[in-house]
């Protein structure tokens, strides 16, 4: 099933580390220290693994602030967020500014698939290397993503729909629940870095479950 907590934490970016080769476990990661008034959150974005067959795709942008909706107006904290259009909350295939398309704005359109923005394939290192650049000591931050269970944190901190059946993620997909990290430049336009893995697919139904191949 979806979700039962997706939302975004708003607070100061204060710290980020890679994992290292001996801690990394299963799946390689950016760490991410956020300040909010609660205390220090713990942010894992995951960028795939070297030791795993499952790529890592990605992409960066630059939006407006209006194009994140109500997100950019809340307090420093965690939020949570109703996985619907206008929310705040963010959807790779739905949401306009993040497909990069003209128009549309809010809709469902679960066989909307023609980006203007591809993704960009590639290691773990790769990864790494594309996000880094967005994450400046001190800038203001949104992490969208599921909260830890306890403590202060955040994990899936990427797409989290069109993941295929069989998978151990099938009973996760859900539309209006992807995850990102996004910083605020000093112009007020917004940094966005969004990440998936190379079996979860780009075109799903209501449900977030991947819809067959044309």
């Known amino acids: 099933m979806p979700f039962d ?9 204060r710290h980020h580390f890679r994992d290292t080769p001996d801690s990394q476990g299963s799946w390689f990661h950016v760490h991410l220290r956020v300040d909010a008034p609660g205390g220090q959150y713990r942010c894992a974005v995951d960028v795939d693994s070297h030791q795993s067959a ?11 602030a209006s194009d994140l909706g109500p997100v950019t107006a809340l307090p420093p904290g965690f939020h949570d967020l109703a996985r619907t259009a206008g929310s705040g909350a963010l959807d790779y295939i739905r949401h306009r500014a993040l497909r990069g398309r003209p128009g549309c704005a809010g809709r469902l359109l679960s066989r909307w698939t023609t980006s203007s923005r591809p993704w960009t394939s590639g290691s773990n290192l790769d990864a790494a290397l594309a996000l880094e650049p967005i994450l400046v000591v001190g800038r203001p931050i949104l992490v969208f993503g599921e909260p830890f269970d ?23 997909n ?41």
């Not at 499952?54 to 407006?64: A, I, L, N, Y």
């Not at 899936?156 to 069109?162: K, L, R, S």
């Not at 995850?179 to 605020?184: F, I, L, N, P, Y």
């Open 150 to 172: 306890a403590g202060l944190g955040m994990h899936n901190i990427h797409q989290n729909q069109g993941d295929p059946q069989g998978s151990p993620w099938w009973d996760e």
């Open 54 to 64: 499952t790529g890592v795709q990605w992409k960066t942008f630059t939006v407006e």
């Open 5 to 13: 907590h997706y939302g975004v934490l708003v607070g100061t970016l």
């Open 174 to 214: 859900g539309v209006w629940q992807d995850g990102a990290t996004v910083t605020r430049r000093p112009d007020g336009r917004y940094d966005v870095f969004l990440n998936k893995f190379s079996t979860q697919k780009d075109r799903t139904d209501a449900e977030g479950h991947p819809l067959p191949s044309s």
